[in-house]
């Protein structure tokens, strides 16, 4: 079935740092690929999505690009701030069904 | 604005007793889904519907129940609640393979 790897937290960074978090998948189809965030206390919500082949997704400074060739979606940030520290979920859809990543721990330090 | 909206945020049950998480959204979407949360596992899928009397089976099924009478509400039950239960709960929606809306989540306790 389809899945979603991801890279292992945590990751703990400094302000104004660079920022990559890994994501592979595995799907059988053409899947919508998606970036959620969690802040502490509260539920997912969408960071950024993208639908087919080279789209690039991007938010609040966060990009990744729908790489088919390396089944890949890896969320980069050029320069991180404190209120960026959070839980990150690569996610993707196959139309009806959402599959996860375990999820990567990001801790930006003043 | 639409939502979706879980209750209640927090709960503490007794071992043995059944217990209801109500989720309720006003997107009208057709999928609904059911999610734990726990340290280590990440999300895992509980149970999913795409439309009226539509429910399915997700990876961790055991113990929970849910019914689908009309677009805006999935209620989980958990028949006779287990301290393995204790955990964060999400709801969530989406239309098709569009994105999903998620509640704030119930953090259930069985003791």
């Known amino acids: 079935g389809d899945s979603v790897t991801q890279m292992e937290g945590p990751v703990t960074l400094s302000e104004e740092a660079f920022l990559t978090i890994n994501c592979t998948y595995t799907a059988t189809g053409y899947p919508s690929l998606f970036w959620y965030v969690q802040y502490p206390g509260e539920g997912l919500q969408l960071l950024l999505k993208?639908?087919?082949?080279?789209d690039k997704g991007s938010n609040k400074g966060f990009e990744a690009t729908y790489r088919k060739e390396t089944t890949s979606f890896h969320l980069e940030k050029g320069s991180v701030q404190v209120s960026d520290s959070a839980v990150y979920f690569c996610?993707?859809?196959?139309?009806?069904?959402?599959?996860f990543g375990a999820g990567t721990t990001v801790t930006v330090r003043a | 604005d639409a939502e979706i909206t879980q209750s209640p945020r927090h709960k503490i049950t007794e071992t043995g007793r059944q217990v209801t998480l109500a989720c309720h959204q006003t997107?009208?979407?057709?999928?609904m889904f059911w999610y734990r949360q726990d340290l280590g596992h990440g999300l895992r899928l509980i149970h999913y519907?795409?439309?009226?009397?539509?429910?399915n089976k997700g990876e961790v099924s055991d113990g929970y129940s849910v019914s689908r009478s009309n677009t805006e509400d999935l209620p989980l039950t958990l028949e006779s609640a287990a301290s393995s239960q204790t955990s964060v709960y999400f709801c969530?929606?989406?239309?098709?393979?569009?994105?999903?809306?998620f509640g704030q989540g119930t953090r259930l306790t069985v003791v």
């Open positions: 969530a929606s989406s239309y098709r393979g569009s994105e999903a809306f």
């Open positions: 519907s795409y439309g009226v009397h539509d429910t």
């Open positions: 997107w009208n979407h057709n999928n």
């Open positions: 996610a993707l859809s196959d139309r009806y069904k959402l599959s």
């Open positions: 993208a639908t087919k082949a080279d």
